[in-house]
């Protein structure tokens, strides 16, 4: 495997279901990223992890819960969702260091909330 | 509070021909980074250019070039030739630089090429 992998692709649930959603970044890169692309909104920013360790929430509700146990893993838990939460959810990966570089992002899980 | 405006929602162009995507972009810092992703429908986001704010050297890569304007904060994407292949949603995104690694995403233009 090469870059960043995601699964599953696709998931459809339920509002009472719980599911995770499964991030690998074979880069060797040192942060780790969720995003959610829906169709009215661009592209937000949800989690940062740097070195493992959590260093953004960008106001995202509690229904979301990242999980990081090491530098090339990264899942989303969901619980309890909405079906305003039906989106494609976006992995990234990036070496940080003294300047900002690019991020590798996966190929997204496209999850429906019924 | 930084914010990037890709005022094109859509642009459809034949096959061969040049097209240009704008990215106007705003924020207060004196440093910070821009880039250029494409989004085929398969969703996952390509990475393009990096460009840090000091350097306003235009850059060309085959057939795409970057026009990067301090004067009018523009940072655009020019496709010279395009192709079928190009079709693809296109995001500019900024790094201001105190926010760490935090990428400010526009709303993205879709360009269809059309054979």
């Known amino acids: 495997e090469t870059g960043v992998t995601q699964t599953p692709r696709h998931l459809v649930m339920g509002m009472t279901n719980k599911k995770s959603l499964k991030c690998e970044q074979h880069l060797g890169h040192n942060a780790m990223y969720w995003y959610k692309q829906s169709a009215k909104k661009p592209l937000e920013l949800m989690f940062v992890y740097n070195f493992k360790e959590q260093t953004e929430n960008n106001s995202v509700p509690s229904r979301f819960s990242p999980e990081c146990p090491n530098s090339s893993h990264l899942f989303l838990h969901l619980h309890t969702l909405q079906p305003e939460d039906s989106a494609l959810y976006l992995c990234a990966s990036s070496q940080e260091g003294r300047a900002v570089n690019e991020q590798f992002f996966g190929p997204g899980t496209r999850l429906t909330v019924l | ?115």
């Open chain 2, 1 to 115: 509070a930084q914010k990037v405006t890709q005022a094109q929602t859509e642009i459809s162009v034949v096959e061969k021909e040049d097209v240009t995507l704008d990215c106007v972009y705003e924020t207060r810092d004196t440093t910070y980074y821009l880039f250029w992703y494409k989004q085929p429908p398969s969703g996952e986001l390509v990475f393009l250019i990096r460009r840090n704010s000091f350097d306003e050297q235009n850059e060309i890569s085959g057939r795409y070039s970057w026009n990067f304007q301090k004067s009018t904060s523009s940072f655009n994407f020019t496709i010279t030739a395009s192709q079928v292949v190009d079709s693809a949603v296109y995001f500019c995104a900024l790094n201001v630089g105190n926010a760490g690694n935090m990428l400010t995403f526009g709303g993205g233009t879709r360009l269809m090429v059309k054979p």
